[in-house]
């Protein structure tokens, strides 16, 4: 892989964003809707629950790392779609430039669009509801890799049917998260969910990372195990995505899709 | 560099896009690829630039594959312009300029831009989204982009469609100067029948997906005794209505 290329076309995002403070706008507006949101419903619970009353905002920690994963899958998603809405697609396929470097500066630079917009949600939520997702600690980083990468997975999925059915597949880029989101146990303990999707939830990476973030929150202690498992099996489904990609790339030359798609 | 186009063939399912079609296009010449529309114009650039995998037969720049390992060590050496794909439109033109040069690898992007928008006077809209030009504008800011990386192979796709005559006459005369000066490979697909007379020194002519004649812009008028080289494309192009 080649730096100055990856910075190239990174370069292309980050130019996309400064020169549009609507854009900007957008990318903080939903994360600091969100903490809004889940900070007055966590309020109410705290008050009202006995599971929550010594935990002061378990689920707007939650909606937090939630959002963390669903911005990062976007941002990526975004980052691809653009390149469609702007009919950009073929000059970026025609350019020296490796599959790898592609999923590299997608990958950068969808961090970047990211904090962008969380940031400030998560500023904004220590003065106005007292919680702090760095009340977390050093595993934080961990499960923030964890989400990042499977959301950057889900990214990259999504990106592969764009490339291998067209822009017809946008919908699916916006659904593919809520889809998952009622197994990942964001909310609620994995024992709320029959006993069937507890084994297909356990396959997802994103069950132990709230496990753990409501376990270090509530007992106070750390399960290095679990964090670990998390990031391998984050890791793991970013594997299947890339190939799924790869794949999904080679049938687009086949099919004569990359040199025509557009809006 | 030259390009070997060799028994090229592209299947889409049923439908025969590319037929069996076979020609070379010498180092420093410009040949022009004419054909009525869906004649598989486009789809022979797109497999010649690698975009698209061929049903059977290849591509060879300078003898080596498009295909190949090294696909990437030969897309540096080429590009393409065409009105049809344009660039991210909310980033000026010398950001766009700025992301291909680096993409392309340029040694010295900035200078490089400041020659090109020179040669191709971009100067007073350099600093204006890509989105917010004139169809002129836009037209010579892809040719610009095809130019950043001193390309061996252009690719140009109707590089003057939908141009004014005066801003089509600057396009037509800076490839010409581009290419007596920089001694590079073109190949123009081009419904403009005065501009490939102008500009290619072998014209191939494509129908339903294959080559029905080839020769120089005089040889074809010659050969079908018409008195230019847009009554011999209309010949050829609507030969099968004449003969049923």
Redesign the interface.
Known sequence: M?W??I???S??HI??IR??FPRILDLIYWPSVQVFLWGFISEFFTVNSSYYNNTVGVILTAAILYDFLFRSSISYNMMFL??IW??????L??????ISEIIAALTMTAIFRTLIGLVPAVLVAIPLFGVSIFKLGIPLIFLLIALYIFGITLGLLVTAGLLRFGPSFENIAWASLFFLAPLGCIYYPIEILPNLLQIVAKALPLVHIFEEMRNILINQTVNVAQIIKSILISISYFVLGVVVFYVSY?GA????T???IGE | MDIKVQNLT?K?NNYL?VDNINFTLEKNKTLGLLGPNGCGK??SI?MM?????PTSGKVLIDNQNVDSANH??L??K???A?P?????????VK?NL????????VKNVKNRINEISQDLNLNNFLNK?TGELSSGQKNRVSLA?SLINKPDILFLDEPTASLDPDIGDFVREYIETYKSKNKITILLASHNMKEVERLCDTVIMMKEGQIVDRGTCKELVNKHGRNNLEDTFLKIARSKNEMA
Do not use: C, W
Request: aromatic share 14%.
């Open positions: 080649r100055h290329k910075y190239g076309l370069l292309r130019y996309l020169n549009s653009e390149e702007s009919r950009n697609f073929t000059n396929f025609i350019a020296p430039i490796k080679y030359k086949k099919k004569g990359l040199i025509n | 592209k889409f896009a486009t789809t797109g630039l690698g975009l698209i995998t990437n060590d897309l540096s080429m590009n393409f065409s049809y794909i344009e660039l991210p439109k909310k980033l000026t950001q700025e992301v291909y040069g680096r993409l392309y690898g989204n982009k």
